[in-house]
């Protein structure tokens, strides 16, 4: 009967450790499988950045004849503010 006490506590020892065992190795396949797809989408992203930032770098920061319009017509008192429009761009802006 004792050898059969020790085979019990080997067996479940054992048991205990191959679940274990099987366990961790399951989580790892699927990880590593999807792991894959994000590194291309961010390298495509990147590229996609680089490119646009070349081309904003040759915009000007902003429009010289917009400016002078604005200006002349704030000092011939013809420039008119449509609080309503303003107020409705506000909101689709922020929210």
Known sequence: MEINKINSTINAEMGTSKSKTHSAVQPLDTPVATAVKPQQEVSEDCRLIEYSQ?????????ELAKVAEIRQSLIDGSFDLDLEKLTDAMVQQHG
């Open 54 to 62: 070349q081309r904003l770098e040759q915009l000007p920061d902003f």
